[in-house]
């Protein structure tokens, strides 16, 4: 089974950077739209980054600016750079793999990812 591996996580004070990986134990995946989602302290699980198999990439507008994700195919790796941090960016951060979808959507819809990694901590002090 295919399987995601985050790392990276921890913790950081305000205004601090992070950057964070996602190792694909198949390359098959990583060809396929990648995304990193994230979920807050009573908040649902929302993404945060998505990158399609021709490099482009998705963010939804608050984000846009802080966060960048990348991706290196040739070590089957996903990353998410993270700067200026925020104590509301505080959370359990997930990799997340399209089986079939080359392309990212712009609405971040859980149900379209098939395959999930187990999440890393990201936390924000002031």
């Known amino acids: 089974q295919v399987q995601l591996v985050e790392s990276g996580g921890g913790s950081v004070q305000n205004g601090g950077s992070l950057r964070l990986s996602c190792t694909a134990s198949e390359y098959t995946y990583s060809r396929n739209c990648m995304a990193w989602f994230r979920q807050v302290l009573g908040g649902g699980r929302e993404g945060v980054a998505g990158?399609?198999?021709?490099?482009?990439?998705v963010y939804p507008d608050s984000l846009k600016g802080r966060f960048t994700i990348s991706k290196d195919n040739t070590k089957n790796t996903l990353y998410l750079q993270m700067n200026s941090l925020k104590p509301g960016d505080t959370g359990m951060y997930y990799c997340?793999?399209?089986?079939?979808?080359?392309?990212?959507?712009?609405?971040?819809?859980?149900?379209?990812?098939?395959?999930w990694g187990q999440g890393t901590q990201v936390t924000v002090s002031s």
């Open positions: 990158i399609s198999s021709d490099g482009s990439t």
């Open positions: 997340a793999a399209m089986r079939t979808e080359p392309t990212c959507y712009h609405d971040f819809r859980l149900g379209d990812f098939g395959i």
